[in-house]
């Protein structure tokens, strides 16, 4: 699976993708050696790309997070959107593989040198020659294209039968932007895209 970028030099985002699936693969491992089956699996990033966090969910964990939220009401009172919001937001999935392993990584290192090191390319540029939102929509389908060619792999073994890969920016989704759509077409079915993108829309307008 080859994308041309918009922003990012071809060889640098091989080489991104390259070091992104490695990780991905190891942080599974983990994942794996805890638990026997899993529903989901992604990465949420911050609002420039830069950095990330890899989190995934269980069919039991899902179900006992919205349980809580439900008896709690801690975030939304309306049930349909409750469970949507604990089923789709990254930063509300289980997260508990202790990923401070990676931290002295090289190859941890270096991803975040080199995505450092494009936004940087972006920043200096001039005001109307800006390519940041080209930079991040480049990253954002980097990851998306990772985590496919992942699943293709068949890296993503011990998983449910309704099982979602998601890549998530904080701040940005894909309900207002054609080329995130594309790109997370590669990880989620028709169905799951609908999903999402009504999740987003309630999402957005709060």
């Known amino acids: 699976m080859k994308t041309k970028f918009k922003f990012i030099p071809i060889e640098v985002a091989s080489r991104i993708k390259e070091l992104f699936k490695s990780l991905s693969k190891d942080y599974l491992k983990l ?42 009401k801690k975030k939304f009172p309306e049930e349909k959107f409750q469970i949507d919001y604990m089923k789709w937001w990254i930063p509300e999935w289980m997260n508990g593989i202790d990923e401070e392993c990676f931290i002295d990584d090289k190859r941890e290192i270096e991803l975040f040198e080199l995505l450092e090191e494009q936004l940087s390319n972006c920043r200096n540029m001039k005001a109307e020659e800006n390519d940041f939102p080209d930079y991040k929509d480049d990253v954002f389908d980097l990851f998306c294209e990772s985590l496919a060619e992942l699943k293709t792999e068949n890296v993503f073994t011990k998983v449910d039968k309704n099982f979602i890969l998601l890549v998530q920016e904080s701040d940005n989704g894909i309900t207002r932007n054609k080329t995130r759509e594309k790109s997370i077409s590669k990880l989620l079915t028709e169905n799951q895209i609908e999903d999402y993108k009504f999740f987003e829309k309630r999402w957005m307008s709060l």
């Open 31 to 72: 994942v794996y050696n805890e638990e026997e089956e899993i529903c989901s699996f992604g990465i949420f990033t911050d609002s420039e790309i830069s950095n990330y966090y890899f989190g995934y969910n269980t069919k039991e964990g899902l179900e006992e997070i919205i349980k809580e939220g439900m008896a709690e």
